[in-house]
């Protein structure tokens, strides 16, 4: 087999396990999560597979592994579709192989396989326990193949979107993922807090991706071509584009320009940047491993995927060192900008899965900054390193829900919330896997000096930004400084200190299918950091790999940074302070205690604790104008008043017509005349006819026989 | 000298040449006395059919006795060889009675069709390498067509005998006939395929190696069905006498009677001599292409090798209730016959893909093909075990001592 | 020799044979043999002109195979219909199974 | 007059006489075994016509099919009355007249064709015609669709009969 034909069949796996599991096993629970583990594992092999192969080639992204097939024909050119890898999609599928696997085998652990049928569960409600022997132990998820069906299918999009060539196909990844999404937050359905984050996610990313998908037919109107390969290896393309006022100049955008910000705007949605971040902190409704796929490893990433992919385009027209474009300076803005807010919003978050979620919004305001300030390879590596170290932390927490849970049943107190960090503490020694993923996870995302991948990302990012552009990097500096600091306070609480509830002193440490992955990803959220050290800290002793491999993936290698050592002391500065107020502050939190920086923020506290109102903020400046106008203007006025009055008279109208024409004319003539007339003499011509009709065969026959004896006469004596 | 040894080695072809020779020089046109020839030979073909069934009479009489523990007859000749003459004689003298109501023309016509439908089969018969009647090129085809001749004559007279066993009898006949034919034609069907041909004579010509070696399963359906067929033991039901006195012959009486005898055992060697021609290589053996004669000897010894297997089926078996026979075919025999045709076709033709035919590589074509056979034979029983169910007999009745005296 | 001629009469002759049969017999199943006749009357002419004006196709043969294959479907058919007809009308006369004249 | 020739008219004429008397015999029975000579003649003339297989064929389907079917449903069944009333209709004359005009129509008609008289040609070897035969109709360039529809006709019209005679109780 070639790798091009494995690279075709990688997605397949999770695809037949979904139609597996949905039509045949939906029975069987355990027959599901092996179909569904089992296709991971596949896809995961293959994955790994193609990335070995994929590394052993020079030049990769000169010659990469590329497959096209015909598909449709278009106009007069068929358009074609099919797989590309190359170093981005190299170290795209590498972390999808890895996180998507390790997600599969949690998820069978989170749903309490094995564990007995509640005792009053229900279909589209979390678990609520079963009763074993007067003990309340975990009972197992009802819905639970449905469960591995969708992610199987979530895993098949997000396959299919880093294989693709081509922005169609990878948009059709991309709303495969946006449908699983949808089903997956809203799991539990029956919870009405799970139905409405799963609309709003839904609705949400459909606003990107509208304006994605404009973007995707305005390239194709534009070059003729979606395949990335044949835009951004070819310079005239990408000049052409650049040089094209859009829209005969209106607002003053290049082609490319235009295009970049459509595209862009997708990725504002998937990925949850300000504006449309609004989404994300509520999907986790859903069930903690749907969190760990959909925010961390695999969609939102997508989004970075995405415009890490069309950065030529996003950058036509852009010299090293240059003016930004309008795509890049809206990217860096946004995505400073969000990095910054969501690092604000997640220091005054209780939920431990929110924290993560505003963390999340956070990072990939990162890596879009970073992209907008044209550091390509940095931003590919901070995507690589944070999807393995913020899928463990959702994993982590996950685990650590899971334990609580298990207090929460064994005290029967129903009214403590198992995800709320201040019912926590002291978990250090109940779950000890669990804290020391975690912490390797917390320390990887708050940068903890070299030993963390989180560091050599960031450290990475912030060079770039320091070189290029001095706002940004103050901006993303002191995000920095606050994500060091909410990642500590997050730890303090968790896991260190007393139990501040009796549920907490008796959580348990959970089974090895959920602790397993989170070993496995803590190793790379340490390991895969080394990949990308700078050569200037070595002097070159270690290859900075990770640069010169992805850095291929361009036609012109993007130059590695002169080595500065200033960034790099001031990100450990950064991470080691905020570690330690972290920990300084919220370390002797008691029970009941109010959140020690509620004092001292005062007003602030409750702007972030409520961050910053935005969901009351679009509830005014969308929701409710919606409502108003579809249920005062359209419906009152305009249809009940405007339309329905216009249809009215015309019913009148018509009526009295009609009444003329039925009293006058449709009686006396049609119907006496016409219609009874005709009927009469029909039915008298039938009467007398149809004593013709005997029923008799032979008779019949003779008939025939005799018109085919006169004509065969007829034809002989003429 | 050397014309006496030809005479010898094909004396039969010698008289005809001879009589041909003879009419000619009497000045008579060639197709005339060629025509005239044909006629005189098939009479004496019939002749000779008819006069074998005395001493296949008297031959089952004697097996049927020695495997009943008995002498069986002994009297008039040698071992009782010429018991059969007086029996003719008694048969001839016997009344005829033609029943009131019967039907006059078919009543009489059943007796004869049912005897010449058996001997019209000798027609392609090769009795050897120049001793033939017609080598037809359909001539299978046309031994089963004959055999419905023979069904015709039963179903005529069991009808046209206005009697109800008799109209029994021909139900019987005709569901057990018709049915059976099915399997025969499938069976039949694997020589055919073998030899490439469906000339009786070119089938023959085509065994250097019987075909009851390459297709062991077609030759025992063969012989099955074609027991069925002729409505001996096992499958006489058209005739159990225990159920319906005689069934469809009831009503013949004297030489009638003795015509529908003489049709049923000349069948049954008929089909013995069938059995050997397509299964047993016919009249093939050493030096019979040189010595016609020879051919015929060894030829009427298969078929006594066979006639002694079929007699032995007719003594030994009880008889088959109507639906045992009929599930035999239809649920046994009929599937068999099917795969054995389709597999043999399938083999058939990937080993002549193979050039593994026949004359190539005779040893490993025919371990192939026994192979298959036995493969069949094997997963057929193996299904038929496996799917084989108690069946609960149903109890009508209490059961009922059958020799005690009613009670006072 | 014989020549085409007496075929093609013989074929008519028992085509018209046939067709008195189907025509003027009251019992549905008499009505059947003479449809049969006609076929074989057909049968006879197929043969005969592939026999006397295309022997090398063999088109006429094949024809005639269609025909016994068409023939046996139809005597089987309707045999069963007639059967089925007698259970609930105890008649297969034709001119009395007229339910379906006016 | 040939051998032939005689044999024909010989044949012809039993065929024509026992189809006259499947027409006309009131015993159904009768009706049916005449048919059966009939048919007979007819597989004759196909083996005079060097169709030795159909002849064969004939017999097989026919008579050994056919023909048996016909006399056991006329025997089995009550559908042939048992009385020897009149079978033909009481107006017979008309189709009779029919039948007459048809026979006169088409003969008349085909002696207007040139071909009408036309001679046998010869064949090379009536084996090659039957090995022609068969191959044509398991030919994909040939025959063998109209052959495996005829075979489903069958299959269609055993079950339908099934289906249709079934006593259902």
Same mark, same amino acid.
């Given at each position: 087999?070639?790798? +091009?034909?494995?690279?075709?069949?990688?997605?397949?796996?999770?695809?037949?396990?979904?139609?597996?599991?949905?039509?045949?096993?939906?029975?069987?629970?355990?027959?599901?999560?092996?179909?569904?583990?089992?296709?991971?594992?596949?896809?995961?092999?293959?994955?790994?597979?193609?990335? $070995?192969?994929?590394?052993?080639?020079?030049?990769?992204?000169?010659?990469?592994?590329?497959?096209?097939?015909?598909?449709?024909?278009?106009?007069?050119?068929?358009?074609?579709?099919?797989?590309?890898?190359?170093?981005?999609?190299?170290?795209?599928?590498?972390?999808?192989?890895?996180?998507?696997?390790?997600?599969?085998?949690?998820?069978?652990?989170?749903?309490?396989?094995?564990?007995?049928?509640?005792?009053?569960?229900?279909?589209?409600?979390?678990?609520?326990?079963?009763?074993?022997?007067?003990?309340?132990?975990?009972?197992?998820?009802?819905?639970?193949?449905? !469960?591995?069906?969708?992610?199987?299918?979530?895993?098949?999009?997000?396959?299919?979107?880093?294989?693709?060539?081509?922005?169609?196909?990878?948009?059709?990844?991309?709303?495969?993922?946006?449908?699983?999404?949808?089903?997956?937050?809203?799991?539990?359905? @029956? =919870?009405?807090?799970?139905?409405?984050?799963?609309?709003?996610? !839904?609705?949400?990313?459909?606003?990107?991706?509208?304006?994605?998908?404009?973007?995707?037919?305005?390239?194709?109107?534009?070059?003729?071509?979606?395949?990335?390969?044949?835009?951004?290896?070819?310079?005239?393309?990408?000049?052409?584009?650049? +040089?094209?006022?859009? *829209?005969?100049?209106?607002?003053?955008?290049?082609?490319?320009?235009?295009?970049?910000?459509?595209?862009?705007?997708?990725?504002?949605?998937?990925?949850?940047?300000?504006?449309?971040?609004?989404?994300?902190?509520?999907?986790? +409704?859903?069930?903690?491993?749907?969190?760990?796929?959909?925010?961390?490893?695999?969609?939102?990433? @997508?989004?970075?995927?995405?415009?890490?992919?069309? !950065?030529?385009?996003?950058?036509?027209?852009?010299?090293?060192?240059?003016?930004?474009?309008?795509?890049?300076?809206?990217? @860096?803005?946004?995505?400073?900008?969000?990095?910054?807010?969501?690092?604000? $919003?997640?220091?005054?978050?209780?939920?431990?899965?929110?924290?993560?979620?505003?963390?999340?919004?956070?990072?990939?305001?990162?890596?879009?900054?970073?992209?907008?300030?044209?550091?390509?390879?940095?931003?590919?590596?901070?995507?690589?390193?944070?999807?393995?170290?913020?899928?463990?932390?959702?994993?982590?927490?996950?685990?650590?829900?899971?334990?609580?849970?298990?207090?929460?049943?064994?005290?029967?107190?129903?009214?403590?919330?198992?995800?709320?960090?201040?019912?926590?503490?002291?978990?250090?020694?109940?779950?000890?896997?669990?804290?020391?993923?975690?912490?390797?996870?917390?320390?990887?995302?708050?940068?903890?000096?070299?030993?963390?991948?989180?560091?050599?990302?960031?450290?990475?990012?912030?060079?770039?930004?320091?070189?290029?552009?001095?706002?940004?990097?103050?901006?993303?500096?002191?995000?920095?400084?606050?994500?060091?600091?909410?990642?500590?306070?997050?730890?303090?609480?968790?896991?260190?200190?007393? #139990?501040?509830?009796?549920?907490?002193?008796?959580?348990?440490?959970?089974?090895?299918?959920?602790?397993?992955? *989170?070993?496995?990803?803590?190793?790379?959220?340490?390991?895969?950091?080394?990949?990308?050290?700078?050569?200037?800290?070595?002097?070159?002793?270690?290859?900075?790999?990770?640069?010169?491999?992805?850095?291929?993936?361009? #036609?012109?290698?993007?130059?590695?940074?002169?080595?500065?050592?200033?960034?790099?002391?001031?990100?450990?500065?950064?991470?080691?302070?905020?570690?330690?107020?972290?920990?300084?502050?919220?370390?002797?939190? =008691?029970?009941?205690?109010?959140?020690?920086?509620?004092?001292?923020?005062?007003?602030?506290?409750?702007?972030?604790?409520?961050?910053?109102?935005?969901?009351?903020?679009?509830?005014?400046?969308?929701?409710?104008?919606?409502?108003?106008?579809?249920?005062?203007?359209?419906?009152?006025?305009?249809?009940?008043?405007?339309?329905?009055?216009?249809?009215?008279?015309?019913?009148?109208?018509?009526?009295?017509?009609?009444?003329?024409?039925?009293?006058? !004319?449709?009686? #006396?003539?049609?119907?006496?005349?016409?219609?009874?007339?005709?009927? =009469?003499?029909?039915?008298?011509?039938?009467?007398?006819?149809?004593?013709?009709?005997?029923?008799? $065969?032979?008779?019949?026959?003779?008939?025939?026989?005799?018109? @085919?004896?006169?004509?065969?006469?007829?034809?002989?004596?003429? | 000298?050397?014309?006496?040894?030809?005479?010898?080695?094909?004396?039969?072809?010698?008289?005809?040449?001879?009589?041909?020779?003879?009419?000619?020089?009497?000045?008579?046109?060639?197709?005339?006395?060629?025509?005239?020839?044909?006629?005189?030979?098939?009479?004496?073909?019939?002749?000779?059919?008819?006069?074998?069934?005395?001493?296949? &009479?008297?031959?089952?009489?004697?097996?049927?006795?020695?495997?009943?523990?008995?002498?069986?007859?002994?009297?008039?000749?040698?071992?009782?060889?010429?018991?059969?003459?007086?029996?003719?004689?008694?048969?001839?003298?016997?009344?005829?009675?033609?029943?009131?109501?019967?039907?006059?023309?078919?009543?009489?016509?059943?007796? &004869?069709?049912?005897?010449?439908?058996?001997?019209?089969?000798?027609?392609?018969?090769?009795?050897?390498?120049?001793?033939?009647?017609?080598?037809?090129?359909?001539?299978v085809?046309?031994?089963?067509?004959?055999?419905?001749?023979?069904?015709?004559?039963?179903?005529?007279?069991?009808?046209?005998?206005?009697?109800?066993?008799?109209?029994?009898?021909?139900?019987?006949?005709?569901?057990?006939?018709?049915?059976?034919?099915v399997p025969m034609v499938l069976a039949l069907l694997v020589p055919v395929l073998l030899a490439r041909t469906m000339g009786v004579n070119s089938i023959v010509h085509a065994q250097s190696v019987w075909f009851i070696l390459v297709a062991p399963l077609a030759a025992l359906m063969f012989m099955l069905t074609s027991?069925?067929?002729?409505?001996?033991?096992?499958?006489?039901?058209?005739?159990?006498?225990?159920? &319906?006195?005689?069934?469809?012959?009831?009503?013949?009486?004297?030489?009638?009677?003795?015509?529908?005898?003489?049709?049923?055992?000349?069948?049954?060697?008929?089909?013995?001599?069938l059995t050997a021609t397509l299964f047993l290589g016919g009249w093939r053996g050493p030096?019979?292409?040189?010595?016609?004669?020879?051919?015929?000897?060894?030829?009427?010894?298969k078929?006594?090798a066979v006639?002694?297997l079929?007699?032995?089926?007719?003594?030994?078996?009880?008889?088959?209730? &109507?639906?045992?026979?009929?599930?035999?075919?239809?649920?046994v025999l009929t599937p068999l016959a099917l795969v054995v045709l389709m597999v043999t076709a399938l083999v058939e033709k990937i080993l002549f893909d193979a050039n593994i035919t026949l004359q190539s590589a005779p040893l490993g074509y025919v371990l192939v093909h026994l192979a298959i056979n036995a493969l069949i034979f094997a997963g057929y029983l193996w299904l038929a075990l496996s799917?084989?169910?108690?069946?609960?007999?149903?109890?009508?009745?209490?059961?009922?001592?059958?020799?005690?005296?009613?009670?006072? | 020799?014989?020549?085409?001629?007496?075929?093609?009469?013989?074929?008519?002759?028992?085509? %018209?044979?046939?067709?008195?049969?189907?025509?003027?017999?009251?019992?549905?199943?008499?009505?059947?043999?003479?449809?049969?006749?006609?076929?074989?009357?057909?049968?006879?002419?197929?043969?005969?002109?592939?026999?006397?004006?295309?022997?090398?196709?063999?088109?006429?043969?094949?024809?005639?195979?269609?025909?016994?294959?068409?023939?046996?479907?139809?005597?089987?058919?309707?045999? %069963?219909?007639?059967? %089925?007809?007698?259970?609930?009308?105890?008649?297969?006369?034709?001119?009395?199974?007229?339910?379906?004249?006016? | 007059?040939?051998?032939?020739?005689?044999?024909?008219?010989?044949?012809?004429?039993?065929?024509?006489?026992?189809?006259?008397?499947?027409?006309?015999?009131?015993?159904?029975?009768?009706?049916?075994?005449?048919?059966?000579?009939?048919?007979?003649?007819?597989?004759?003339?196909?083996?005079?016509?060097?169709?030795?297989?159909?002849?064969?064929?004939?017999?097989?389907?026919?008579?050994?099919?056919?023909?048996?079917?016909?006399?056991?449903?006329?025997?089995?069944?009550?559908?042939?009355?048992?009385?020897?009333?009149?079978?033909?209709?009481?107006?017979?004359?008309?189709?009779?007249?029919?039948?007459?005009?048809?026979?006169?129509?088409?003969?008349?008609?085909?002696?207007?064709?040139?071909?009408?008289?036309?001679?046998?040609?010869?064949?090379?070897?009536?084996?090659?015609?039957?090995v022609?035969?068969g191959s044509?109709?398991v030919?994909?360039?040939?025959?063998?669709?109209?052959?495996?529809?005829?075979?489903?006709?069958?299959?269609?019209?055993?079950?339908?009969?099934?289906?249709?005679?079934?006593?259902?109780?």
């Amino acid at each position: 087999m070639t790798t +091009e034909t494995l690279i075709w069949l990688l997605p397949l796996p999770p695809l037949a396990a979904f139609a597996l599991i949905v039509l045949f096993t939906n029975r069987s629970k355990a027959l599901s999560h092996s179909i569904a583990v089992a296709a991971a594992l596949l896809s995961w092999l293959g994955s790994m597979a193609v990335f $070995i192969q994929a590394i052993g080639v020079e030049h990769l992204g000169e010659h990469p592994f590329h497959s096209v097939l015909e598909w449709l024909p278009v106009g007069d050119k068929p358009f074609e579709i099919g797989v590309l890898v190359d170093p981005l999609s190299a170290v795209t599928l590498f972390f999808v192989g890895w996180t998507v696997l390790m997600i599969f085998i949690y998820s069978v652990g989170y749903h309490n396989f094995g564990q007995p049928a509640g005792d009053h569960d229900h279909p589209g409600l979390p678990p609520h326990g079963a009763t074993v022997h007067g003990h309340t132990v975990p009972s197992v998820e009802p819905m639970y193949s449905r !469960f591995f069906a969708f992610i199987a299918l979530f895993a098949f999009g997000m396959y299919t979107l880093v294989v693709s060539d081509n922005l169609l196909t990878l948009f059709v990844g991309w709303e495969i993922m946006g449908l699983c999404s949808y089903l997956l937050i809203g799991f539990w359905f @029956a =919870k009405p807090s799970a139905r409405a984050a799963a609309i709003k996610a !839904f609705m949400t990313t459909r606003v990107g991706d509208v304006f994605m998908l404009m973007g995707v037919a305005y390239l194709y109107a534009a070059t003729g071509t979606l395949s990335f390969r044949e835009i951004f290896f070819n310079e005239e393309v990408l000049k052409h584009l650049a +040089e094209t006022p859009a *829209l005969g100049g209106f607002l003053g955008f290049s082609a490319a320009g235009l295009i970049g910000v459509l595209l862009f705007i997708g990725t504002i949605g998937k990925s949850a940047q300000w504006p449309l971040h609004v989404w994300l902190p509520d999907a986790m +409704e859903g069930p903690t491993p749907v969190s760990a796929m959909i925010h961390a490893a695999t969609m939102v990433s @997508a989004g970075v995927y995405m415009v890490i992919r069309m !950065f030529p385009l996003l950058s036509a027209g852009w010299e090293e060192g240059g003016p930004l474009t309008p795509a890049m300076t809206a990217m @860096a803005f946004i995505g400073a900008l969000t990095a910054l807010f969501a690092a604000t $919003i997640a220091l005054a978050q209780n939920d431990i899965k929110r924290v993560l979620a505003y963390s999340t919004i956070s990072q990939l305001g990162y890596m879009i900054a970073a992209l907008g300030i044209g550091a390509y390879v940095a931003a590919a590596f901070h995507l690589v390193t944070h999807a393995f170290f913020k899928a463990l932390l959702f994993l982590g927490s996950g685990s650590v829900i899971h334990g609580v849970e298990h207090g929460v049943l064994h005290t029967g107190n129903h009214k403590v919330d198992p995800q709320d960090m201040f019912n926590m503490g002291g978990l250090r020694k109940k779950m000890p896997v669990t804290f020391w993923t975690f912490l390797i996870g917390g320390f990887a995302l708050s940068g903890f000096p070299f030993v963390t991948a989180g560091f050599w990302s960031k450290d990475e990012i912030l060079a770039d930004a320091f070189a290029n552009n001095l706002p940004v990097f103050l901006v993303l500096a002191l995000s920095a400084l606050l994500t060091a600091f909410y990642t500590m306070r997050q730890i303090t609480l968790t896991f260190l200190g007393e #139990p501040r509830t009796k549920e907490a002193a008796h959580a348990q440490e959970t089974p090895w299918t959920m602790t397993l992955p *989170l070993v496995v990803l803590s190793v790379f959220a340490i390991g895969y950091g080394w990949v990308g050290i700078p050569e200037g800290l070595t002097g070159g002793a270690i290859p900075n790999w990770f640069h010169e491999f992805v850095a291929g993936t361009l #036609p012109e290698h993007l130059p590695v940074l002169e080595f500065n050592i200033l960034p790099m002391l001031f990100s450990i500065v950064i991470a080691l302070t905020g570690l330690g107020c972290g920990y300084y502050v919220y370390r002797n939190v =008691k029970a009941g205690d109010p959140d020690p920086l509620q004092k001292p923020l005062g007003m602030v506290y409750d702007w972030l604790k409520n961050k910053y109102y935005f969901d009351q903020l679009y509830d005014r400046i969308f929701i409710q104008p919606s409502i108003w106008v579809s249920e005062v203007f359209t419906t009152l006025w305009v249809d009940r008043g405007l339309i329905d009055g216009i249809l009215h008279g015309v019913a009148r109208i018509s009526y009295s017509v009609g009444g003329i024409l039925r009293n006058d !004319f449709d009686l #006396p003539v049609i119907n006496q005349f016409i219609g009874d007339g005709s009927a =009469k003499v029909v039915r008298s011509a039938g009467f007398e006819l149809r004593k013709v009709q005997t029923g008799r $065969i032979q008779q019949y026959m003779v008939a025939a026989v005799v018109f @085919a004896v006169g004509a065969l006469a007829f034809f002989l004596l003429r | 000298m050397n014309d006496f040894l030809e005479f010898v080695k094909d004396p039969v072809n010698g008289i005809a040449n001879w009589i041909f020779g003879l009419l000619t020089g009497w000045g008579m046109a060639p197709d005339l006395a060629g025509g005239l020839l044909k006629l005189v030979g098939a009479g004496v073909m019939c002749l000779f059919g008819l006069m074998l069934v005395i001493v296949l &009479i008297w031959l089952e009489r004697k097996l049927y006795a020695r495997i009943q523990d008995r002498l069986g007859p002994n009297r008039v000749g040698w071992w009782g060889i010429l018991q059969t003459f007086p029996d003719m004689v008694k048969i001839f003298t016997k009344e005829y009675i033609t029943p009131k109501g019967a039907d006059i023309v078919p009543y009489n016509l059943a007796p &004869i069709l049912a005897v010449s439908g058996v001997l019209a089969v000798w027609a392609v018969l090769p009795l050897s390498s120049t001793i033939y009647g017609a080598d037809l090129n359909v001539g299978v085809l046309y031994i089963v067509g004959v055999g419905a001749i023979g069904s015709l004559g039963i179903i005529l007279a069991g009808w046209a005998s206005n009697n109800k066993y008799a109209l029994v009898g021909a139900f019987r006949a005709v569901s057990q006939m018709v049915s059976y034919e099915v399997p025969m034609v499938l069976a039949l069907l694997v020589p055919v395929l073998l030899a490439r041909t469906m000339g009786v004579n070119s089938i023959v010509h085509a065994q250097s190696v019987w075909f009851i070696l390459v297709a062991p399963l077609a030759a025992l359906m063969f012989m099955l069905t074609s027991q069925a067929e002729v409505g001996r033991a096992p499958f006489d039901l058209l005739e159990a006498e225990s159920e &319906i006195v005689a069934g469809f012959q009831v009503e013949y009486s004297g030489l009638k009677f003795g015509m529908f005898f003489v049709g049923e055992f000349l069948h049954a060697f008929t089909i013995s001599l069938l059995t050997a021609t397509l299964f047993l290589g016919g009249w093939r053996g050493p030096w019979a292409q040189e010595w016609p004669i020879l051919g015929v000897f060894y030829l009427f010894l298969k078929a006594a090798a066979v006639y002694f297997l079929v007699v032995l089926m007719r003594i030994a078996l009880p008889r088959f209730r &109507i639906d045992q026979m009929l599930n035999f075919n239809w649920k046994v025999l009929t599937p068999l016959a099917l795969v054995v045709l389709m597999v043999t076709a399938l083999v058939e033709k990937i080993l002549f893909d193979a050039n593994i035919t026949l004359q190539s590589a005779p040893l490993g074509y025919v371990l192939v093909h026994l192979a298959i056979n036995a493969l069949i034979f094997a997963g057929y029983l193996w299904l038929a075990l496996s799917n084989q169910k108690q069946r609960e007999i149903p109890v009508v009745g209490k059961p009922r001592p059958t020799a005690v005296p009613p009670k006072p | 020799m014989i020549p085409l001629s007496w075929y093609l009469i013989f074929a008519a002759a028992l085509f %018209s044979i046939g067709l008195f049969g189907v025509l003027a017999r009251k019992n549905a199943v008499a009505i059947l043999l003479g449809v049969e006749l006609m076929l074989n009357a057909v049968n006879v002419n197929l043969v005969a002109f592939w026999r006397y004006r295309a022997p090398n196709m063999i088109a006429g043969q094949a024809f005639a195979i269609m025909i016994f294959a068409v023939a046996a479907a139809e005597v089987a058919v309707g045999l %069963s219909l007639f059967i %089925s007809i007698y259970r609930r009308r105890k008649t297969v006369v034709a001119n009395e199974i007229d339910l379906m004249k006016w | 007059m040939t051998l032939l020739q005689f044999v024909f008219l010989v044949i012809a004429a039993v065929t024509l006489l026992s189809a006259a008397l499947v027409v006309s015999s009131r015993n159904l029975v009768h009706a049916a075994l005449w048919l059966i000579v009939s048919l007979f003649g007819v597989a004759v003339l196909y083996a005079l016509l060097d169709a030795g297989f159909l002849a064969v064929v004939q017999v097989v389907v026919y008579i050994g099919a056919i023909a048996i079917l016909f006399v056991l449903v006329v025997m089995l069944s009550p559908v042939a009355p048992k009385d020897n009333r009149s079978q033909v209709d009481a107006r017979w004359w008309l189709p009779g007249v029919l039948s007459v005009l048809l026979f006169g129509g088409l003969v008349w008609m085909l002696s207007l064709w040139q071909g009408f008289t036309s001679e046998v040609p010869p064949v090379a070897d009536a084996n090659q015609l039957l090995v022609q035969l068969g191959s044509e109709l398991v030919s994909p360039n040939a025959y063998v669709l109209p052959f495996e529809l005829a075979s489903v006709l069958l299959v269609a019209a055993m079950i339908g009969a099934i289906w249709v005679a079934w006593e259902r109780k």
